[in-house]
């Protein structure tokens, strides 16, 4: 599976952006895909990801995004979005999206098997 996330930018503190990952080399509709942000310094952080099931698609994000940023796929697209609104300076990090199989360590980015290259989001004050 080959990722390619776009659609970061500069963007000003209350703003929006929307980010997106392509897939290739093999459909995703059946695996969890998950976006992390590393900023300057830090580690790689959990920020929001989709699975699907038997139920539907079930969602999770960090508690620091909750309420602004929402993440979406499309399957017919082999696609995954993160819409990300009322952003503020400390969302400002180089965002990757990611794929695994299964719903086990779905925060943790080591048990990610397929990255994309990551996108830079910075949001000026």
């Known amino acids: 599976v080959q990722l390619q996330a776009s659609g970061g930018g500069l963007v000003q503190a209350g703003g929006s952006l929307r980010l997106s990952c392509a897939a290739s080399?093999?459909?995703?509709?059946?695996?969890?895909m998950g976006w992390f942000r590393q900023a300057p310094g830090k580690e790689r952080d959990f920020v929001a990801a989709?699975?699907?099931?038997?139920?539907?698609?079930?969602?999770y994000y960090a508690d620091s995004v909750k309420g602004r940023f929402t993440i979406s796929r499309d399957n017919a697209k082999n696609t995954v979005y993160l819409q990300m609104n009322s952003l503020k300076p400390e969302d400002t990090a180089v965002y990757y999206c990611?794929?695994?199989?299964?719903?086990?360590?779905?925060?943790?980015?080591?048990?990610?098997?397929?990255w994309g290259q990551g996108t830079l989001v910075t949001v000026s004050s």
């Open positions: 990611a794929a695994k199989n299964g719903v086990e360590g779905i925060r943790s980015p080591s048990a990610y098997s397929y």
């Open positions: 080399g093999r459909t995703v509709s059946s695996y969890a």
């Open positions: 989709v699975t699907v099931n038997w139920i539907g698609r079930i969602t």
